[in-house]
């Protein structure tokens, strides 16, 4: 058991809201933060974009993976498949046929950095809601009676959210943010790093998240 006096290990889950890997692998560290209860931990969301120039209309799902990592339709819709089964083996819910495509995610990230200003809870309720909201209910990310109507949902002020997209508000600081992570060398996300020091990557399995978070808490 960890002493009562044991600082919380912190956890920053670099991704994006569109990245489906991302999803798996917030499921996945979520049961293993539950498996080691006794272990202390703060979870923080950190912006990372894979599109960061994805126009405001968005586009075409099959057609943005085709064109971006020369696969075909056919192969796209194989891995939409592969993935699908990977979250429901974790209890996350994929609907490939609603999710046909893809957002510019920059506002969604401005609210979950303010909804972390406002306390781990919140922020952690609005990455859950933004994930569901984009690869369960095939909902726009971007659209702004959207977001305000997720971030009301998680508990936030959904006036206050709605006059931060109506804003620039904490655009320069997501943006300082994004930059700290890829000058750090972060490429590929999700990358989940342990007391800015121990980087795990990817949608690993619940088993190799609580393995890196007992190794932490012991080396602590």
């Not at 539950?34 to 202390?40: E, F, M, Q, T």
């Not at 405001?56 to 498949?81: C, F, P, V, W």
């Not at 209890?91 to 303010?114: S, Y």
Request: aromatic letters at 6%.
């Amino acid at each position: 058991m960890a002493d009562a006096a044991t600082p919380p290990i912190r956890i920053d889950f670099v991704s994006d809201v569109s990245c489906p890997w991302c999803a798996i692998g917030l499921q996945a560290l979520e049961q293993a933060i539950a498996r080691v209860g006794d272990v202390p931990v703060e979870l923080h969301f950190q912006p990372f974009e894979l599109n960061p120039d994805m126009p405001a209309e968005g586009e075409d799902a099959i057609g943005h993976l085709t064109a971006k990592y020369g696969m075909s339709e056919a192969q796209a819709r194989q891995n939409g498949e592969a993935i699908r089964a990977r979250g429901a083996e974790l209890g996350f819910r994929f609907d490939m046929d609603r999710r046909r495509h893809v957002w510019n995610t920059f506002d969604a990230h401005r609210l979950l950095h303010w909804a972390g200003l406002e306390g781990q809870a919140q922020q952690r309720a609005l990455k859950h809601a933004l994930l569901v909201a984009y690869f369960g209910d095939g909902e726009n990310v971007s659209d702004h009676d959207t977001l305000a109507r997720l971030a009301e949902s998680s508990g936030l002020d959904g006036a206050r959210a709605r006059a931060i997209l109506a804003s620039d508000k904490y655009a320069d600081a997501v943006r300082e943010r994004e930059r700290h992570y890829t000058d750090s060398g972060i490429s590929a996300v999700p990358s989940v790093i342990l007391n800015n020091r121990h980087l795990v990557q990817g949608g690993q399995p619940v088993d190799v998240f609580e393995r890196a978070l007992r190794q932490v808490a012991a080396g602590a």
